[in-house]
Structure formats: structure tokens, C-alpha cells
């Protein structure tokens, strides 16, 4: 199997990060490649749920996965094993990517051929929300153990995700996590998200999860 590269990227020169987000846009929407944001705080099961989404959409989609971490490689290696094309992104310290650090990704990925890339962002809730990568959708995964309150604590990343996948949902009976209460809160910060429960670990949930990406794929790339 093919190795994957481990590539330092630096932070954008470019003062204005939406304006080189929407070039971005355009660009992969001329290439006809989607562009997925995956965000959540660090353990939510952003990777586990990657493994299971190449699983159930490899055999429609040529898929690539942009693995962002401050350091290691671990997640770029599982990935790689899935037989999906993978890079892994060291961010120098920084808790987030902008535009220009994605496109940087795109490049040393190499987008040709590819249908859809997820980007999986740096583990946190806050800083990623902040920057507009470039992406298409932006999703984002809260796990059931960090709390039903979590859509309250941290507004932007809600108000910013196209879909919230509520993960480990096998662990409910151990935690006080109120489904309908988190799925209220949500709403209160984003009326129009999607939101879709799974269990990464069990593969439950995520047939509707990759139904709704698959379709977004398409409608993007027509
Ligand atoms: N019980 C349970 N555990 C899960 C589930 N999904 C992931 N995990 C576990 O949660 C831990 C973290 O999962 P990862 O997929 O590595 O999470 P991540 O968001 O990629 O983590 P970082 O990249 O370090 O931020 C692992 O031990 C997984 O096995 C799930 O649905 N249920
Ligand atoms: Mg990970």
C-alpha cells in the first residue's frame, strides 16, 4: 500500500480568509470535487465515523481524507488502511486551518481523480469554527459523553454546521444526556441543521449519515 505524506503547512498570508475560502469554493466546484469539513472536540469519534463513511461509500465515490493534528500521525495511518487516499497535516501548533492551509492540504493530497475529500479538522470546538476552510458543508460531531449542554457552551461551531452527528449513542444508559433536550438546544442555535444519531463503533445510524453526503456529492458535482 502506498505511503502517506506528512506535510507541514503555515498558516495564510492573506488578510482576508473568506475571500480566499470563496475562491477555493469555486475552484474545487470547477474541479467537481467536494470538499467536507469534519469538526469536534478532541475523542468525539471524528476518525472512527470517517472509517465507517469510506466503508459504506467507496464503492460509489473515490474518496480522500486530509487529516489535520497538531502532531502524530495515527489518524492518517488509520485511514490509510481503509484504502482511501490519505495525508497527514501538521498545523505548527495551531488549533485550526484557514483556506489557505486547506488548500495547501489539497495540493499535497492531490485532488485528482477524487470525488470527495473530507478535511478532518483539529480537535476542538472553538478555533475551527471560526475560520471558513473553504469547504462545502461543514459537519461536526458531538459524543455523548461531553454533555447535552454543549450546543449552548459553544454557539458558533453549532450555528455553522450543515449537519451534527450526535456519536456514541451505545454509551447513553451510562451518561445523563437528554437527546431531546441536545437536539432542542441545537435547533436553538441552528434551525436548519441536520442532525443524524450514530454509533460510529456499532455502524449504527450511519446509513442515513452517508445517504446525505453521497446525495450532497452529487448535487455538487452535477
Ligand atoms: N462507545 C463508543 N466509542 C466510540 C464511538 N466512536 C468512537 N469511539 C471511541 O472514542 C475514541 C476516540 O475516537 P476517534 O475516532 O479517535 O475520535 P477523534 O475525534 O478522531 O479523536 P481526535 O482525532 O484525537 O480528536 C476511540 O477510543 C473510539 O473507539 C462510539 O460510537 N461509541
Ligand atoms: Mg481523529
Redesign the pocket.
Known amino acids: 500500500m502506498e505511503e502517506f505524506k506528512v506535510l507541514e503547512i503555515k498558516t495564510s498570508v492573506f488578510a482576508d480568509n473568506n475571500i480566499q475560502a470563496g475562491k477555493l469554493r469555486e475552484e474545487l466546484k470547477a474541479e467537481k470535487v467536494f470538499l467536507l469539513n469534519l469538526m ?12 465507517r463513511t469510506i466503508e459504506a461509500l467507496k464503492s460509489d465515490l473515490r474518496i480522500g481524507v486530509m ?1 489535520a ?1 497538531i502532531d502524530s500521525d ?2 492518517a495511518r ?1 485511514i490509510q488502511q481503509t484504502g482511501a487516499r490519505a495525508i497527514q497535516l501538521h498545523t505548527g501548533g495551531m488549533c485550526h486551518l484557514d483556506a489557505e492551509m486547506t488548500r495547501q492540504g489539497l495540493e499535497g493530497l492531490n485532488t485528482d481523480g477524487l470525488d470527495l475529500v473530507i478535511l ?1 479538522n ?2 476542538n470546538l472553538v478555533c475551527p469554527a471560526e475560520f471558513d476552510t473553504g469547504a462545502v458543508k461543514n459537519a461536526m ?1 458531538l ?2 459523553p461531553e454533555g447535552d449542554d454543549k450546543p449552548l457552551k459553544y454557539p458558533l461551531m453549532f450555528s455553522i454546521c450543515d449537519v451534527v452527528l450526535i ?5 447513553m444508559p451510562y451518561f445523563n444526556f437528554d437527546m431531546e433536550k441536545c437536539k432542542a438546544n441545537i435547533k436553538l442555535r441552528n434551525p436548519k441543521a441536520k442532525i443524524i444519531p ?5 455502524n ?1 445510524g450511519i446509513r442515513e449519515w452517508t445517504d446525505w453526503l453521497g446525495n450532497a456529492v452529487k448535487a455538487w458535482c452535477e
Open positions: 469536534s472536540s478532541p475523542g468525539a469519534g471524528k476518525t472512527t465515523t470517517l472509517t487529516e493534528d495515527v489518524d488509520t478532518e483539529v480537535g460531531i459524543s455523548v456519536n456514541k449513542v451505545d454509551v450514530i454509533s460510529a463503533l456499532k449504527e
